[in-house]
Nanobody, 121 residues
Framework: QVQLVESGGGSVQAGGSLRLSCLYS????????MGWYRQAPGKQRELVAT???????NYADSVKGRFTISRDNGKNTVYLQMNSLKPEDTAVYYC???????????????WGQGTQVTVSS
């Protein structure tokens, strides 16, 4: 059974940094494509970043240059390093496992429970 557990959320001031972690329980972590989504109050859930099983990364335009997704296959963990945080980054952040279709789009399949990130001005 697949389980994803996020940690590392919290409250920071604008300009600060946080690192989110997502621990995967299941088989063949290294074969999975992973991603982070977020959902702000009153808004739809949106893609933040993805990393393929081969290590290729992709980012939403709103976080490019500020966020970095990475994975440690030896620890079954995916990370999201968030720097230069802005109040508009405030959201619940969700880790997920997904599939990549031939067009290159990523579709999440399994979700974690989410972790709250709050950025104050």
């Amino acid at each position: 059974q697949v389980q994803l557990v996020e940690s590392g959320g919290g409250s920071v001031q604008a300009g600060g940094s946080l690192r989110l972690s997502c621990l995967y329980s299941g088989s063949q972590f290294s074969s999975n494509h992973m991603g982070w989504y977020r959902q702000a109050p009153g808004k739809q859930r949106e893609l933040v970043a993805t990393v393929t099983s081969g290590g290729r990364t992709n980012y939403a335009d709103s976080v490019k240059g500020r966020f970095t997704i990475s994975r440690d296959n030896g620890k079954n963990t995916v990370y999201l390093q968030m720097n230069s945080l802005k109040p508009e980054d405030t959201a619940v952040y969700y880790c997920n496992i997904g599939v990549m279709v031939p067009s290159g789009s990523y579709y999440p399949v399994h979700w974690g429970q989410g972790t709250q990130v709050t950025v104050s001005s």
